[in-house]
């Protein structure tokens, strides 16, 4: 049988490389990149202005809705551009239309915070989103492979060469703009950072299954409860130790349960260059399950398949990754590929849409997602019709334009 792969199949992985080390080579931790200066002049607002961010992280609350955005008909503005220094090279945005997303909530007072929850390797202190993360809980079992000198714990710090993993899904997803770094998808999400998986990458059922629940606000025997309820629930990952036929029953449960509880997963679908339905949450019922294509818009090798997969976003390759901050990275970046990083974008988008309409269920968000998709040139992702990548590419501007339009 096919030894279990890590977590890292999602990050930046190819096809049977998938059962070596990652193709971003972890360093040890380092202290914090200082920030590069902003530039001249006022940098453009976060979609809603906020309060100068405090020193210790406040109570993940939503925000009340404010006036109505722009009407359907208006077409929506180019001119919104983030001044982070990161945002010229950072191509996947463009790729998915995210500026203009922004230019039709910038400034219209739309657009509630909304927490996503990171089920990964665990909390980094990244300056990208401060004032917006907090430190969850870890619900790695097995002290053997937590890394940290016990199991389970309310630290939920990342530990080992892994421990980037998390934090650049995060910053993808979130990361603020502010003339600093990168820019993230959604500068005013709230990030709570779950750790699932030990120092050696590998991610238990039973781990996964309970996160999932403590994640969403379902309560977990023995664990506190969480403050922090997310509404979107991002898993770059799958479980280990299970055979790859299908998903384990007991984390369709919890799959079941937070989307129950009115929380959206979205998941990777893996890195094998294999139909995802095998995987765990990928094959799941309820998933939004993303897969990565280039820059091309075409599948690279590595990224998995099939009828289980909803749509896809960028994930990139070896020679042209996802840019992203990174405190520990060589000159405070990376740029690793993998459909981990495909992942976060749709989450991302996910929280803009639930920002404006908080009332949308899982199953509105995935039909929001999957009907605004861009179209594969040619109809299709790959020159092999079995390895389906979904509906399309994922459509940001299109996604926002289609929740704002009044019903």
């Known amino acids: 049988m096919k030894p279990a792969l890590p977590l890292l199949l999602t990050a930046a992985l190819a096809g049977a490389a998938a059962l070596a080390a990652p193709r971003v080579t972890p360093i040890g931790p380092l202290p914090p990149v200082a920030a590069p200066v902003p530039p001249s002049g006022t940098p453009l607002p976060e979609l809603q202005p906020e309060p100068p961010r405090p020193q210790v992280t406040p109570p993940l609350l939503p925000l009340s809705p404010g006036s109505p955005g722009l009407p359907a008909a208006v077409p929506a503005p180019s001119l919104y551009r983030p001044a982070d220094p990161l945002f010229a090279r950072q191509w996947n945005l463009q790729a998915i239309r995210a500026p203009g997303a922004w230019a039709q909530l910038a400034g219209t007072g739309r657009g509630a915070r909304v927490t996503v929850a990171v089920l990964d390797t665990g909390f980094v202190n990244t300056p990208e989103l401060a004032g917006r993360v907090v430190s969850g809980y870890d619900f790695v079992s097995d002290p053997a492979r937590a890394g940290d000198g016990d ?53 238990a059922p039973q781990d996964l299954a309970d996160g999932l629940r403590w994640a969403a606000g379902v309560p977990v025997p023995g664990v506190p409860a969480n403050l922090n309820p997310a509404r979107v629930l991002n898993l770059s990952l799958y479980a280990d130790f299970v055979p790859l036929t299908g998903c384990d029953a007991r984390v369709q449960a919890a ?26 949450p990928a094959g799941c019922r309820n998933v939004l399950t993303v897969t990565s294509v280039t820059e091309g818009g075409q599948r690279p090798g590595y990224a998995n398949w099939g009828a289980s997969v909803a749509l896809a976003a960028p994930g990139g ?74 509906r399309g590419l994922l459509d940001a501007e299109a996604a926002v334009r289609a929740v704002l339009a009044p019903r």
């Open 317 to 390: 390759e070896r020679t042209r990754g996802i840019l992203a901050s990174s405190v520990s990275g060589p000159s405070g970046e990376r740029s690793p590929d993998g459909t981990s990083f495909a992942a976060p974008h749709a989450a991302g988008v996910a929280s803009l849409l639930l920002g404006v309409k908080p009332s949308l269920t899982p199953a509105g968000v995935r039909d929001l997602l999957t009907r605004t998709a861009t179209p594969f040139a040619g109809g299709r992702c790959d020159p092999d019709p079995r390895k389906s990548c979904g």
């Open 255 to 280: 799959v079941d349960a937070v989307t129950a509880r009115g929380a959206l997963v979205v998941a990777g679908a893996a890195n094998d260059g294999a139909d995802a339905r095998g995987y765990s």
């Open 151 to 203: 199991g389970r714990d309310a630290d939920a710090g990342g530990v080992g060469q892994y421990a980037y993993h998390a934090e650049v899904i995060g910053n993808l997803i979130g990361a603020a703009h502010d003339g600093r770094g990168m820019a993230g998808i959604n500068p005013q999400a709230r990030v709570v950072q779950v750790r699932v998986a030990g120092v050696d990458g590998l991610v």
